[in-house]
């Protein structure tokens, strides 16, 4: 999905109406919303979903996109072992904040454990939120990519430690000395393998999803709308989908693209309706819901279109396609061989 212009949203308390979004306790609405949506938009805003701290919108996320890239690896071309694992550095933060943070959770340069996602090869192994990673096998990684720590944050050192470590568990187990409450632990990480990426919540992201061709984003003023695991999951898997798209753009020849994948990259329709196409294999393949991204995308189209009567009316194509891949799934177990056309 294209990143729309942001959004300016009115929250409701005490009878009082004003702009911005705030999460909490608050009631959200649209600003100038056309009459009878009102009731479809605020029934879809759960304060349960509002209420949620960063670490825990990202732990939702990660462990929606976990289950995704686990159960679709005949949909990847590129792939990685998954831990589970939420990974910080120092160099993650502006150097205003390092001493604070340095304070917390004792980084020096090696590599932290943020948050560790529930059910996952981190967790079996042992690590917990808030672990320093002394050394990989042999290696200290207090002593790698130490040119990447510069006076501005950057996510840079954090995401090169992250495939470096990919790399090691690729060849199998991988022994870990982890600093815990000031004692060392020994600790061995064996990580499955599945799609290649990570997902994030952008707290500036606002009313929006997007991928970068490995990564996926979801904005997070957009988590309040989504009501269910299962919505979560299509805006994710959709997001999985343009990336796993453009993986195959750069393969030469489509016979070398996964075998779910093949008889979708030629079709004549949008991309946004070949993403939505994948997702529904891919949620499938999880056990999600796919009907699950009609609601998504009746949210999306009042959200995102705001008196955009050519955005309201791609949003509503891509609707009716979905309604008829989904109508098609119940009919035929072969849910790629019969498609309907997109209006």
């Not at 479809?40 to 990660?62: F, I, N, T």
């Not at 090696?110 to 290696?139: C, F, H, K």
């Not at 999600?288 to 009609?294: T, W």
Request: hydrophobic content about 40%; charged content about 20%.
């Amino acid at each position: 999905m294209t990143r729309p212009a942001t959004l300016h949203l009115c929250h409701v308390r005490n009878g009082t109406l004003r702009k911005s979004f705030l999460a909490g306790s608050w009631l959200f609405a649209m600003c100038n919303l056309p009459t009878g949506h009102e009731s479809l938009l605020l029934a879809a805003m759960p304060l349960e979903r509002s209420e949620l701290s960063p670490m825990q919108q990202d732990l939702l996320a990660k462990g929606i996109y976990n289950r995704l890239a686990l159960t679709n690896l005949e949909c990847c071309p590129q792939t990685e072992p998954v831990t589970g694992m939420m990974l910080h550095d120092i160099a993650s933060y502006n150097l205003a904040a390092r001493p604070t943070i340095e304070r917390r959770y004792a980084l020096g340069n090696d590599l932290g454990v943020l948050a560790v996602v529930p059910g996952t090869a981190a967790e079996r192994a042992g690590l917990l939120g808030g672990d320093r990673i002394l050394s990989v096998g042999s290696t200290p990684t207090s002593t790698l990519y130490g040119n990447l720590i510069r006076k501005k944050a950057s996510s840079a050192r954090t995401e090169a430690l992250e495939l470096w470590l990919a790399k090691r568990l690729q060849e199998g187990a991988q022994k870990l000395a982890v600093q815990r409450q000031g004692t060392t632990v020994g600790i061995t990480l064996v990580a499955p393998i599945g799609c290649a990426g990570h997902v994030q919540v952008e707290q500036a992201g606002g009313i929006d999803a997007w991928s970068d061709g490995r990564n996926s984003v979801i904005g997070a003023d957009l988590l309040p709308y989504l009501t269910s695991d299962d919505e979560v999951a299509f805006v994710i898997a959709h997001e999985m989908s343009h990336n796993l798209l453009n993986q195959v753009a750069a393969i030469k020849g489509n016979l070398a693209a996964p075998k779910c994948l093949i008889k979708v990259i030629p079709l004549k329709i949008s991309q946004e309706s070949k993403a939505d196409l994948i997702a529904t294999i891919v949620l499938r393949n999880a056990g999600y819901r796919p009907e699950a991204g009609l609601n998504v995308l009746k949210k999306i189209t009042i959200l995102a279109s705001k008196g955009n009567t050519s955005r309201e009316q791609k949003m509503k194509r891509r609707q009716v396609y979905l309604q008829g891949i989904l109508a098609v799934g119940e009919k035929n177990n072969d849910r790629q061989e019969k498609r309907p056309p997109e209006n």
